[in-house]
T-cell receptor, first 115, second 117 residues
Framework: AQSVAQPEDQVNVAEGNPLTVKCTYS??????LFWYVQYPNRGLQFLLK??????LVKGSYGFEAEFNKSQTSFHLKKPSALVSDSALYFC?????????????FGKGTMLLVSP | ETGVTQSPTHLIKTRGQQVTLRCSSQ?????VSWYQQALGQGPQFIFQ???????GRGNFPPRFSGLQFPNYSSELNVNALELDDSALYLC????????????????FGNGTRLTVT
């Protein structure tokens, strides 16, 4: 079965500094990977996805993610953090074996950007 | 384009009671999935409906059941509520199922916060 690990419960960064939120995955076959963001008392908003092609994927709000097949990682990055980026971030992998389009999520990483 | 809407936003129930949560899918989306997000955890897949039939289920007991209607809206029903059912319940819609939909993201509603006392 596929799985996702987000090793950090919380990431702290100062505004203007680059940020990285880590994600590693385990799948059989080719990975379909996603990042979502969740603001307090809200649902999940789609940020970006990796399906195939270029290892650097660009998404919404200036975020990007780097796919590394040898390290089975899909880290989320942003060159310059904003206070408004503070939220809960989830990495997810598509279940390729079930025959239906569900996602398996990591436990989430809280990003706190200080002014 | 109308997004995914869920109702109610908050709900308080007593252990042993039954609850129904509702979801309207995004315009044009024919597949609805339900997820349970316990406090401090990532969303866990409950089940998925496509063309009014359940076509996938996660590790949840039969007291979790659902429906999908011809307009693709959906309900999640939970019987015999337990304290551990307290969570944020998220509905997500997408277009299609199977390999044709693997590269499409799910679109989530804002969820229903269920508290069981």
């Amino acid at each position: 079965a596929q799985s996702v690990a987000q090793p950090e419960d919380q990431v702290n960064v100062a505004e203007g500094n680059p940020l990285t939120v880590k994600c590693t995955y385990s799948v059989s076959g080719n990975p379909y990977l996603f990042w979502y963001v969740q603001y307090p008392n809200r649902g999940l908003q789609f940020l970006l996805k990796y399906i195939t092609g270029d290892n650097l994927v660009k998404g919404s709000y200036g975020f990007e993610a780097e796919f590394n097949k040898s390290q089975t990682s899909f880290h989320l990055k942003k060159p310059s953090a904003l206070v408004s980026d503070s939220a809960l971030y989830f990495c997810a992998v598509r279940d390729m074996n079930s025959g239906y389009s569900t996602l398996t999520f990591g436990k989430g990483t809280m990003l706190l950007v200080s002014p | 384009e109308t997004g995914v809407t869920q109702s109610p936003t908050h709900l308080i129930k007593t252990r042993g009671q039954q609850v129904t949560l509702r979801c309207s899918s995004q315009s044009g989306h024919n597949t609805v999935s339900w997820y349970q997000q316990a406090l401090g955890q990532g969303p866990q897949f409950i089940f998925q409906y496509y063309r009014e039939e359940e076509n996938g289920r996660g590790n949840f007991p039969p007291r979790f059941s659902g429906l999908q209607f011809p307009n693709y809206s959906s309900e999640l029903n939970v019987n015999a509520l337990e304290l551990d059912d307290s969570a944020l319940y998220l509905c997500a819609s997408s277009l299609g199922t199977g390999s044709s939909s693997y590269n499409s993201p799910l679109h989530f509603g804002n969820g229903t916060r269920l508290t069981v006392t």
